[in-house]
């Protein structure tokens, strides 16, 4: 098994690289890096299984994590709200484009 200090710092790194991903709205990244997050946590979870580590050194940062992961939820259903919005006024103004279009069409017979 790893060291454990070299376990907290990977996933301390990990923390920051999913803050500055969500910070940059890097959702390509954010997928990536979501895919670390158990990989970094199991052996930490070992460890505290195995007495190897001392809890308060994991829970901060298991909280942090717990956190980020509601920044991230709200950011993305921030997100998504943005997104049907955009599509909304596209529509829109396809919509007055073709109304225009069938005014302006009726006037030149």
Known sequence: ??????LLDH??????SLDAAL?????DKLVELNK???PSIEPLMQALENNEVDPE???PRLQA???FVQAADT???EAREEARQSLQEINQNRNAAKAYQGVSSGRSK
């Not at 098994?1 to 070299?6: G, P, S, V, Y």
């Not at 996933?11 to 920051?16: G, M, P, T, V, W």
């Not at 910070?23 to 959702?27: E, G, P, Q, V």
């Open 11 to 16: 996933l301390d790194s990990l923390k920051a």
């Open 75 to 77: 950011a993305a259903v």
């Open 65 to 67: 994590l717990n956190e």
């Open 57 to 59: 050194a994991v829970r």
């Open 1 to 6: 098994m790893a060291d454990t200090q070299t």
């Open 36 to 38: 670390q997050i158990k």
């Open 23 to 27: 910070a940059d709205k890097d959702w």
